[in-house]
């Protein structure tokens, strides 16, 4: 964006008692991150308060854990209990005072009530889920926030909850896009595969190519080149919408990565530094050639107990790191062998209670949205 269509624009309809202070574009941009690693300054923290319980939904049957498909048949639409949401926000709030003292500036959302039922020509749902989880709504690349066309019936109006915020950003100068919104009816699912089993290898995923679709959370960035995986809430018009409209300063790679119910690559592959990323065994067991010269870091398998109740989500959130720079890393606190995994990799790990949050379906890296890190757009391959 030049400097002269902010000046134009950003006047228009502001109402009269306000100031048109026009962003000094040749500041830092207020929202400014290119990677996964660089020295994190400001990030959104989600919040637990108010979630439901999706309701169920093919979309559900294609990325949820099949232990749990009964909770949310059963629940589905309800606010989740208080219990769990309670303990989520505890550790939240912990989380949040611990990014403070590691110098990051913290912002959240609004609380909404997401038990509001709504419905479009299309489609309707019995409640919104949450923002406990910005990193899945909003992709940030350069100095532009782009809201995600989200799958999920419920999750539609999820950016209700980041307006606020994100107007406060366009207002300091950031760019700010919402992909097509998506119409979520009769043509965009699949609903053969229910009896067979959605599973993406074998040609059985739960959305259609009729209209872009992905969450953010599905992409991770390193500079000029951003890698995601085809899942199911992302399919390939989502990411060809996504490569074009970032253009020719970008390269979208589609990563190969085994898991039939994919939904979202950062518990799958986590670049930590220039040259060092971080994989899940299973899923990445085959990285493009342009890797060849990286350390590739193979992490122990979690350690939470089967009977904790991830209900969004597989064991492997303890892979769901946020990095604070190239060293430092924050990880699950009972996750010990992953604390030592990292120091003897040579980073700095900083231990956070997170699991009460982990059932909500994420981790650290989830439950974030960089907004500004001290660096430059550049290419590490
Ligand atoms: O391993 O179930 C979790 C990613 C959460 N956003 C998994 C993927």
């Known amino acids: 964006m030049t400097q ?28 400014n991150s290119h990677n996964e690693w660089d020295l994190l300054e400001e990030v959104i923290v989600g919040r637990a308060e108010n979630a439901c ?9 294609a990325t949820m854990p099949s232990r749990h498909w009964d909770f949310f048949r059963q629940n589905g639409g309800q606010p989740f209990p208080a219990e769990v949401t309670t303990a989520a926000e505890r550790e939240l709030e ?27 020509p299309d489609v309707a749902s019995e409640a919104g889920l949450y923002a406990a989880m910005p990193r899945d709504l909003l ?38 896009t919402a992909a097509p919104k998506p ?66 300063n970008y390269r979208v790679h589609i990563l190969e990565v085994n898991d039939p119910n994919a939904m979202h690559i950062d518990a799958s592959f986590i670049p930590l530094a ?19 010269d990286w350390e590739v870091l193979t992490p122990p398998a979690p350690t939470v107990p089967d009977s904790h ?25 009972e996750e010990q062998p992953m604390i030592d995994f990292l120091r003897r990799h040579g980073f700095e790990p900083i231990p956070v ?13 989830c439950a974030t949205c960089d907004i500004r890190r001290h660096g430059n757009l550049e290419s590490y391959f």
């Open 4 to 31: 002269a269509s902010v000046k134009q624009a950003s006047p228009v309809d502001r109402p009269r008692s306000q100031p048109a202070t026009l962003p000094n574009l040749d500041a830092v941009p207020v929202v």
């Open 53 to 61: 319980v999706p309701e169920w939904h093919p979309v559900l049957q």
């Open 94 to 120: 912990v989380f949040c005072r611990e990014l403070e003292a590691q110098g990051v500036t913290v912002r959240r959302p609004e609380p909404i009530d997401w038990k509001q039922a709504y419905a479009t």
């Open 139 to 176: 992709l940030v690349v350069g100095n532009e926030i782009i809201e995600a066309p989200m799958a999920w019936p419920s999750r539609l109006f999820e950016s209700r909850a980041y307006r606020p915020l994100i107007k406060h950003y366009f207002e300091r100068g950031a760019r700010w």
């Open 183 to 248: 119409e979520l009816g009769k043509h965009t699912f699949n609903h053969d595969h229910a009896e067979a089993g959605y599973d993406i290898h074998a040609g059985r995923s739960v959305i259609t190519e009729h209209e872009p679709l992905f969450d953010a959370a599905d992409f991770s960035r390193c500079g000029r080149d951003i890698f995601c995986q085809i899942s199911q809430v992302t399919n390939r018009f989502g990411i060809e919408w996504l490569q074009r409209h970032l253009g020719e």
């Open 274 to 292: 220039p040259g060092r990323v971080l994989i899940h065994p299973d899923r990445v067991t085959k990285l493009p050639d342009m890797f060849a």
């Open 309 to 333: 109740p991830f209900y969004f989500s597989s064991h492997w959130l303890s892979l769901n790191l946020l990095s604070l720079d190239e060293k430092r890393v924050f990880v699950e606190a």
């Open 353 to 365: 209670h997170f699991r009460n949050f982990g059932s909500l379906g994420g981790a650290f890296h």
